[in-house]
C-alpha cells in the first residue's frame, strides 16, 4: 500500500533548474489534482511546515464568562445525536434559563408538525456556570429523511437528515480534534464528503478544566454536527483534572449525553448503536474495563443480547426459521430433520413410514423435552453466583426497553389479572411468555417489570438468562446475516508503533481483546496518537484473518501538534502510517464490502492518502470458528 513519494530537503539548486523544477511541478500538480484518489505516500512523507494556530485558547482563565450569543434565548452550540431506533436527541445551549427544552420539527422548511419536549441541565466547576443545557428526543422519524427543526421556539431554523436504515452508509471518521485552525481545515473538508453520520473516539475540545473552551467548540462544530449525528466517546481531555480537586467527566456528560440509556448501559462512558445494518460499540477507555468492571459486563450482555434478539426477530418474522428457539441446539435439529423427512414420506400412506413418522415425532419430542430441561438446568446453575445475578437482571432491563412489550409495572400476573407470589407460578408465566415469544406467536402475555432489584424481579430477570444463554453461540451466525458490520471505537489504541502513548492502550487490550475477537468485530478505530496509522486484521499481537482491522485517526488537529516519531522496523501488522493532520471516511456499500480511506489535510486541500477495501468477517468462517469461544467467554461468571 505504500510508496515513498515526497523529496527530502537539499541544498538549492540554480535558478534556471529551479524554474525547471517549477514547471515540471505544476505539470505534476494539476495531474495529481486530477487524481489525487491514487495518491498513496505514507510514513516518509515530509508535510509542509504547520500553520500556526488561530485561536487555540480564547482565554487562559477558567473563570471567564462566556460570551453572550445574540439574544441569550438564542441557541447556541447545536448538534444531534441519536438516541434510539428512529429517534434523534436535540442538544443546545442557551445562556437564558426561562428558555423552554422544546422542539418544534417537520420535514417542510418553516412547517412545524411536530413537537417535542425534553429536559435540562446545567453545572458548575470552580467558578465558572454553565448555561442551560437542553435534550430534547424527537422521533419516531424517518430514514433518510432531512427535517427542519426550531430549538426553544425561537431564533434559526436547523435541518438534520437521518441516516439510512439499509447500506450504503457512509461514515466521517475523526479524532482528537480540538478547536486549532488545522481543525477548521479537517471540518471543512468533512463538510464536502458526503456522510450521513460522524463517529469521533474521544478527545473533543481539549478543554480540561477549561469550561469556556466546551462553549468555543460547541460553537465551532454546531454548523456540522447540527446536521448530522456526531457518535462520540470520550477520551483523556474529556476528564476533569486538577490536582486536589475530584476529576471526572462532569461537563463531558452534560454536554455531549450520548444513547448509553438506550443501549442498556448505566454510563454515558460507553453505549452502542445500530445505523442502517451496522452495530456500533462506542466503549471508553478511561472508566473501568477490566473483566469485574460494569463495563465489561454491559458488554458481553450487549453482545449477547444482540444475538438473541436477532433470532427473535428471526423466528418471528423469516419463514424457514419460524421455528427457532433458545432451545434449538444440534440434536433437537437432527430430531425435527428426521421427523420431516418421515412426514413428506408419510404422503405415500404406505403403513411402515406412518410408522417411522410416528415413532420420529416421540422421539423429536422427548429431544426438545431433554433440550429444555437442560437449558433451565444451566440458568438455576448460574444463579448461584452474585455476577450471573447481574448480568441477568441487565439482561431483563435491556429486553425490557428493547422490545417494549414488558410494561413497567411492579409484579407478574398471570392471564386473569392474579398476581402471581409463588416461585412455580412465576416460572411457568415466564416460560408461556418466551415459549410464545420465540415459536412466533404475535402476542406474549404482558409480564411487569420495574427497576428495583428485589427478589421478584430477580427471579424474572433470571428465567429471562435461561431463554437467552443456551442459544448465544447458534445464534451469532443469524445476528450477522442481518447486522453485518460490528465496529468498536475507544480512545486508547490497542495497536500503535508511534511512540507517542506507547502501550497506554495495553491492560484493555488484554482484558477485552478476547471477547471482541470471539464476537467477530470488524473494525476498532482508537484515536489518542496524534497520526494517522492503519493496521491488518491483527489479534493478540499477531496478524490474523479472523481479527479486527486496527486504525488509530487521532489527527482531527488539536493543539499538542503531530507525533511524529514511530519504532522501527515497523511491525508486521503495521500497512500504513503517517504523522499528518486528517480525517477517514468508511463508505459501508453492502454487508460484505466497505471502502476505507484516510484523507491528509494538504494545506486546504483534502488528499485521499491511504485506501483499502474491507470484507466484513460475516461472510467468512471465521464466526462460525469463533462461536463456540463466543459462548464460553459470555458463560463465564
Ligand atoms: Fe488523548
Given at each position: 500500500m505504500e510508496t515513498r513519494g515526497a523529496a527530502r530537503r537539499s541544498p538549492p539548486p540554480p535558478v534556471a533548474v529551479q524554474l525547471l523544477f517549477l514547471l515540471i511541478l505544476l505539470a505534476v500538480s494539476s495531474c495529481a489534482a486530477a487524481s489525487t484518489g491514487d495518491l498513496v505516500i505514507g510514513e516518509d512523507y515530509v508535510r509542509p511546515p504547520a500553520r500556526r494556530h488561530r485561536k487555540a485558547l480564547l482565554s487562559l482563565f477558567p473563570w471567564s464568562k462566556k460570551k453572550a450569543s445574540s439574544s441569550a434565548s438564542d441557541p447556541q452550540q447545536v448538534h444531534i445525536s441519536l438516541a434510539g431506533e428512529k429517534h434523534v436527541r436535540v442538544t443546545w445551549i442557551t445562556d437564558d434559563n426561562s428558555v423552554s427544552s422544546v422542539v418544534d420539527y417537520g420535514t417542510k422548511a418553516g412547517m412545524y408538525t411536530s413537537t417535542s419536549q425534553g429536559e435540562s441541565t446545567s453545572y458548575s466547576y470552580l467558578l465558572y456556570s454553565s448555561g442551560k443545557i437542553h435534550h430534547v428526543v424527537l422521533g419516531p422519524l424517518e430514514d433518510n429523511t432531512v427535517y427542519y427543526y426550531r430549538c426553544g421556539g425561537q431564533g434559526l431554523e436547523f435541518q438534520f437528515k437521518t441516516p439510512p436504515s439499509q447500506f450504503p452508509l457512509s461514515l466521517a471518521v475523526v479524532g482528537d480534534l480540538g478547536q486549532t485552525s488545522w481543525t477548521t481545515s479537517t471540518l471543512n473538508h468533512i463538510k464536502q464528503c458526503e456522510h450521513d453520520m460522524l463517529l469521533l473516539p474521544g478527545d473533543l475540545s481539549y478543554a480540561d478544566y477549561m469550561q469556556h473552551l466546551w462553549d468555543s467548540f460547541g460553537k465551532l462544530v454546531e454548523p456540522l454536527a447540527s446536521t448530522r449525528p456526531w457518535m462520540v466517546t470520550e477520551g483523556n481531555h474529556e476528564k476533569e483534572h486538577i490536582p486536589f480537586f475530584e476529576s471526572g467527566f462532569q461537563s463531558y456528560n452534560a454536554r455531549w449525553k450520548m444513547p448509553y440509556d438506550e443501549s442498556g448501559s448505566t454510563s454515558n462512558l460507553y453505549y452502542s448503536f445500530e445505523v442502517a445494518r451496522a452495530h456500533i460499540i462506542m466503549l471508553g477507555s478511561y472508566t473501568d474495563y477490566d473483566e469485574n468492571s460494569d463495563q465489561y459486563a454491559w458488554l458481553k450482555v450487549s453482545l449477547a443480547m444482540k444475538s438473541s434478539f436477532r433470532s427473535v426477530d428471526v423466528s418471528r418474522g423469516g419463514k424457514q426459521e419460524a421455528k427457532d428457539t433458545w432451545w434449538w441446539n444440534d440434536e433437537v435439529q437432527r430430531a425435527i430433520k428426521e421427523k420431516e423427512c418421515f412426514k413428506r414420506l408419510h404422503l405415500d400412506k404406505s403403513a411402515a413410514n406412518i410408522k417411522g413418522y410416528k415413532i420420529a415425532k416421540r422421539a423429536a419430542k422427548r429431544a426438545v423435552s431433554v433440550a429444555k430441561g437442560q437449558a433451565y438446568d444451566n440458568l438455576y446453575e448460574r444463579l448461584g453466583t452474585k455476577k450471573g445475578e447481574k448480568d441477568i437482571y441487565r439482561m431483563a432491563r435491556i429486553h425490557e426497553r428493547k422490545t417494549r412489550d414488558i410494561n413497567q409495572i411492579k409484579c407478574i400476573k398471570d392471564g386473569v389479572d392474579r398476581l402471581l407470589v409463588r416461585d412455580e407460578e412465576i416460572k411457568d408465566r415466564w416460560r408461556e411468555y418466551f415459549d410464545k415469544l420465540f415459536n412466533g406467536?404475535?402476542?406474549?402475555?404482558?409480564?411487569?417489570?420495574?427497576?428495583?432489584?428485589?427478589?421478584?424481579?430477580?427471579?424474572?430477570?433470571?428465567?429471562?438468562l435461561l431463554l437467552y444463554l443456551p442459544f448465544q453461540a447458534d445464534l451469532a451466525k443469524i445476528d450477522r446475516k442481518r447486522t453485518p458490520w460490528l465496529i468498536v471505537l475507544l480512545h486508547a489504541p490497542w495497536y500503535?508503533?508511534?511512540w507517542a502513548h506507547q502501550g497506554e492502550g495495553d491492560s484493555m487490550m488484554t482484558a477485552m481483546e478476547p471477547l471482541l475477537y470471539a464476537a467477530h468485530v470488524d473494525m476498532i478505530i482508537a484515536g489518542h496518537v496524534h497520526a494517522y496509522e492503519r493496521a491488518e486484521r491483527v489479534y493478540n499481537g499477531r496478524l490474523d484473518p479472523c481479527g479486527a482491522v486496527h486504525i488509530t485517526i487521532g489527527d482531527g488537529g488539536n493543539r499538542e501538534g503531530l507525533?511524529?516519531?514511530?519504532?522501527?522496523?515497523?511491525?508486521a501488522w503495521s500497512v500504513f502510517r503517517e504523522a499528518s493532520f486528517g480525517h477517514g471516511e468508511l463508505k459501508i456499500l453492502n454487508s460484505t464490502h466497505a471502502h476505507w480511506t484516510w484523507h491528509r489535510n494538504d494545506d486546504e486541500e483534502p488528499v485521499r492518502t491511504d485506501d483499502v477495501w474491507i470484507n466484513s468477517l460475516a461472510g467468512t468462517g471465521c464466526i462460525q470458528d469463533s462461536s463456540r469461544e463466543l459462548r464460553k467467554i459470555l458463560m463465564a461468571p
Open positions: 406467536e404475535e402476542e406474549g402475555p404482558i409480564l411487569e417489570l420495574d427497576d428495583s432489584f428485589d427478589d421478584n424481579n430477580r427471579r424474572f430477570a433470571l428465567l429471562l500503535n508503533s508511534n507525533a511524529r516519531r514511530y519504532r522501527n522496523p515497523k511491525p
